[in-house]
């Protein structure tokens, strides 16, 4: 298989306030993830990578409940099905739809004027906004790792 190095991105460059920092990099860390699925053809974006059934198009599907449950108080119905694109979901309208919770998170993030201030979840313990910024930094570059070695295995791909 041939090998293509992408040519690495730097760090965001952000604004000097806290919320400017973090957000920064989550969006980073979204729009890498995001990247690496954004051309790779069917079947390979929704082939199983590993034993686990992981595959590039079912993190950017996880990654979207996370943002909206994260961010807007939405629960799923099962966490395990979030990984699980259907067989209609196409590699575009997965993107779509994760751009789209991620523009609704950043409303969310953008209009909190203070990060201790709680994330408004109903019926579940609210944790500040600071916390949920550093959580989805944590989640989506977990998540990012892995899209990192799963392209890799479906073309050679790696760089960010």
Not at 48 to 65: E, F, K, N, Q, Y
Not at 67 to 79: K, N, Q, S, Y
Not at 109 to 115: E, F, N, T, V
């Amino acid at each position: 298989m041939p090998r293509t190095r992408r040519r690495d991105t730097p760090p965001p460059r952000t604004g000097p306030a806290e919320k400017d920092v973090l957000r920064g990099f989550l969006d980073h860390l979204r729009a890498a993830v995001a990247a690496k699925a954004a051309d790779v053809p069917e079947p390979q974006v929704r082939t199983a990578g590993v034993p686990s059934g992981t595959s590039l198009l079912g993190l950017v599907r996880h990654l979207a409940h996370v943002e909206r449950f994260t961010f807007l108080g939405e629960e799923p119905a099962g966490w395990p099905g979030t990984f699980r694109p259907g067989p209609e979901e196409t590699v575009a309208s997965v993107l779509a739809d994760y751009r789209a919770a991620c523009e609704r998170a950043n409303a969310v993030i953008d209009a909190c004027p203070d990060l201790a201030q709680p994330v408004a979840r109903p019926g579940r313990p609210a944790p500040s906004m600071r916390w949920a910024l550093v959580h989805m930094i944590e989640e989506t570059g977990r998540h990012a790792g892995h899209a990192d070695i799963l392209r890799e295995l479906i073309d050679g791909s790696t760089g960010r």
